[in-house]
């Protein structure tokens, strides 16, 4: 019903930058995306959310570090991250609203794609 594509992760020193991607196919109508993270031994959090309409939602730990975009027609969601820290090392997904118009919370989804590991070293 939903598949989801994330990519762009990768290994970077404190005070670096990387771009997320993630591509959504999905069998409902998409009105938010969301990126997500989970650090070992820690719950999935959200870090940033987006509607069709561009109205963004941030989790304070990223906010001013991080943005995110979405291109509609593409359903393709981006997290640019800079100034990384290594608190900011996780595994990072996105996820859709699943046709429920609203950003899902972290336990919401039923459905994960595999994500995309960022490191980010002191």
């Known amino acids: 019903q939903v598949q989801l594509v994330e990519s762009g992760g990768g290994s970077v020193q404190s005070g670096g930058s990387l771009r997320l991607s993630c591509t959504a196919s999905?069998?409902?109508?998409?009105?938010?995306m969301g990126w997500y993270r989970q650090a070992p031994g820690k719950p999935r959090e959200l870090v940033a959310g987006?509607?069709?309409?561009?109205?963004?939602r941030y989790s304070d730990s990223v906010k001013g570090r991080f943005t995110i975009s979405i291109d509609n027609a593409q359903k393709t969601v981006y997290l640019q991250m800079n100034s990384l820290r290594p608190e900011d090392t996780a595994v990072y997904f996105c996820?859709?609203?699943w046709g429920k118009g609203y950003l899902l919370e972290p336990e919401e989804p039923d459905y994960w794609g595999q994500g995309t590991q960022v490191l980010v070293s002191s």
């Open positions: 996820n859709t609203d």
């Open positions: 999905s069998i409902f109508a998409i009105n938010a």
């Open positions: 987006i509607t069709t309409a561009a109205m963004t």
